[in-house]
């Protein structure tokens, strides 16, 4: 499976808490220096921070840190204690008198899983998290299922969702990691109902035969569907931003091959992707480099869908005083 830290450079920091009526946490992705990006949005219910900074027609392309984090809207002024890390460290687009740091953010909603509304995450963890992965070591192994962003994720309403990670690696030294954090109204399909072992996703051969999110009884119990599936998409690749942006639309293509539904009105389905900038791809003809994006494209969906099964097979069930919540496939 892999992790998205087998990109060189990026690193990942949680803080979580799942006590005194919380349920929900901060997961921030670190990329090095100079790395640029963008981001493609496709759920009709987003909440996030500064994408449209991310747009290939605006004024900057380098990216210093994404924050994944939980407590939708309100959980979005974690954002800001990464951004206060990141000027402490000197990283930020340079105008007078210091940096601006370029740091985009999307929420999942969770608000309320852990027992209280107003447990939701704050500028103090969005830091956290941001020092946490600072910390780690190059090609760190990354915290799945109820961790950070992932600690109040839910799927369909009834079972534990969670963070999940997994990459893939070119022989021409070209990487391609993901990082999902999985609260969707959807529900995984072609896996089977067994769970799986941590990092290995289980595939059946009969789509037919699983489960799909109801719109039924599950809503009743824990009510109305406010999901959102996030990923962060990292590559060595060098890209430019639009470059990027097309990555991410097309890693949106992973979230569909792995949830049923997905990109709905009640989600907030958002993809980013980064390029550190490190390994040039074969250009040398406008066929190469064709070629060249559309591998790294395919390979990022398929990473993804790796990342979302990652991370449900990976969550772990929890009771709160708000309900309980079932680990998907368990017996």
């Known amino acids: 499976m892999g992790a998205i830290t087998d990109v060189p450079g990026i690193r990942v920091g949680h803080v979580q808490k799942n006590d005194d009526g919380w349920l929900s946490g901060v997961t921030v992705v670190l990329p090095p220096p100079g790395t640029v990006g963008s981001v493609d949005v496709q759920g009709g219910g987003p909440a996030t921070h500064e994408t449209d900074a991310l747009d290939p027609t605006t004024l900057v392309s380098a990216v210093d840190a994404v924050v994944l984090t939980g407590g939708s809207a309100y959980g979005l002024a974690s954002t800001s204690g990464a951004q206060l890390w990141c000027e402490e460290n ?3 687009f340079a105008v007078p008198g210091g940096v601006v740091p370029i740091v985009p953010a999307a929420a999942i909603f969770d608000l309320g899983r852990g027992g209280d509304f107003s447990a939701r995450p ?3 963890m969005g830091y956290a998290a941001t020092a946490a992965a600072a910390a780690e070591k190059e090609g760190h192994d990354v915290g ?3 961790v950070g962003a992932g600690t109040g994720a839910v799927i369909a309403r009834t079972y534990k969702g969670g963070v999940g990670t997994a990459s893939v690696i070119f022989e021409n030294g070209v990487v391609v990691g993901a990082l999902a954090v999985v609260n969707a109204l959807g529900l995984p399909f072609s896996t089977t109902t067994h769970r799986a072992e941590p990092g290995s996703v289980h595939l059946s051969e009969e789509r037919a035969s699983t489960p799909r999110a109801s719109a039924g009884g599950a809503e009743a119990h824990h009510g109305p569907p406010l999901n959102t599936t996030l990923v962060v998409v990292a590559t ?3 890209l430019d931003v639009a470059e990027c942006k097309r990555t991410a639309a097309a890693s949106h293509a992973g979230i569909a091959r792995a949830l049923n539904p997905s990109h ?3 989600d907030g389905d958002t993809v980013f992707c980064l390029s550190t900038q490190a390994v040039a791809l074969d ?3 406008e066929a190469a480099r064709q070629i060249s994006l559309i591998t790294l494209q395919s390979a990022a969906a398929d990473v993804v869908r790796l990342a979302i099964l990652d991370g449900v097979a990976n969550a772990e069930a929890v009771s709160t005083p708000a309900g309980d919540y079932g680990a998907y496939g368990a017996a």
Do not use: E, K, P, Q
């Open 90 to 92: 000197n990283r930020g």
């Open 122 to 124: 704050t500028a103090d």
């Open 144 to 146: 799945r299922g109820n």
């Open 236 to 238: 060595n690749a060098l």
């Open 264 to 266: 709905t009105l009640a």
């Open 283 to 285: 250009r040398s003809d």
